[in-house]
């Protein structure tokens, strides 16, 4: 996911969207554990676009005050 489309997002948006893609990130975790997936690097970008989707909402909260 693009840095540009996240800031499109509302914060409700935002929010909701990070506890989806950690809630994905565990499942994926899980599914690895017991077998290999066929594209570990899948991994990599859900944590990458998590730590994207924080940064962005951690600037918004700190400009709103």
Do not use: G
Request: net charge positive.
């Amino acid at each position: 996911m693009k840095p540009a489309e996240i800031r499109e997002m509302t914060l409700a948006e935002l929010e909701e969207r990070i506890d989806a893609e950690r809630d994905r990130l565990h499942r994926l975790k899980m599914t690895h554990a017991v077998s290999p997936l066929e594209n570990p690097e899948e991994m990599r970008k859900i944590k990458k676009d998590i730590a994207r989707m924080l940064t962005i909402l951690t600037e918004r909260r700190r400009n709103a005050e």
